[in-house]
């Protein structure tokens, strides 16, 4: 059975950092390319950013550009979202996803997310 | 960026009416377009790619069209199980984006 399993989230101070990560089951997770997505309370989904299999190739959308990293670490079966100089902005529920299959861009698997939360 | 714009944003319907739900991308996408089902409080969970092609498991009541700019997400016969937000989500080119959400819920 696939599992993700997200962990990190907390309460952060506006320019703090924090780590996410994702840990991945019942599957060969070196053979998907695996995604950040979140959700604003009450709002809809925004993609964050997703990394190829072998970590050579990373996307981030414009919004966390800058800030944010993503990283995996194969021998772990873990997903990782570095998050820095964090703003009000990020307060969300994080969710890491599993490509549908090689270049699909599609999640067929979700974990049930970590929340973070910007405040003072 | 390609933006993704759903319609209606909430429709109200009965358990055993046919639901239609539109996706309409700023440019053309091709096939590239997938569909979510989210209840409240879970994550979403993917019910089309490839615009038409059902995902293992997901109920033949539900069927999806189109390519190009425009999309179509039919529920045939609504269950009680399918009362829930619908999204769309083109899969074309980064930075992938996500319809704003249709809500469907009881009349």
């Known amino acids: 059975e696939v599992q993700l399993v997200e962990s990190g989230g907390g309460l952060v101070q506006p320019g703090g950092s924090l780590r996410l990560s994702c840990a991945a089951s019942?599957?060969?997770?070196?053979?998907?390319?695996m995604t950040w997505v979140r959700q604003a309370p009450g709002k809809g989904l925004e993609w964050v950013s997703t990394?190829?299999?072998?970590?050579?190739?990373?996307y981030y959308a414009d919004s966390v550009k800058g800030r944010f990293t993503i990283s995996r670490d194969n021998s772990k079966n873990t997903l990782y979202l570095q998050m820095n100089s964090l703003r009000a902005e990020d307060t969300a529920l994080y969710y890491c996803?599993?490509?549908?299959?090689?270049?699909?861009?599609?999640?067929?698997?979700w974990g049930q997310g970590t929340l973070v939360t910007v405040s003072s | 960026d390609i933006q993704m714009t759903q319609s209606p944003s909430s429709v109200s319907a009965s358990v055993g009416d046919r639901v239609t739900i539109t996706c309409q991308a700023s440019q053309g996408i091709a096939s590239s377009l997938a569909w979510y089902q989210q209840i409240p409080g879970k994550a979403p969970k993917l019910l089309i790619y490839?615009?038409?092609t059902l995902q293992s498991g997901v109920p033949s009541r539900f069927s999806g069209s189109g390519s190009g700019t425009d999309f179509t997400l039919t529920i045939s016969s609504l269950q009680p199980g399918d009362f829930a937000t619908y999204l769309c989500q083109q899969s074309n080119s980064f930075p992938l984006t996500f319809g704003g959400g249709t809500k469907v819920d009881i009349k």
């Open positions: 490839g615009a038409s």
């Open positions: 990394i190829g299999i072998s970590s050579a190739t990373t």
């Open positions: 019942g599957f060969t997770f070196t053979n998907y390319a």
């Open positions: 996803a599993k490509y549908y299959s090689l270049g699909s861009r599609c999640f067929d698997y």
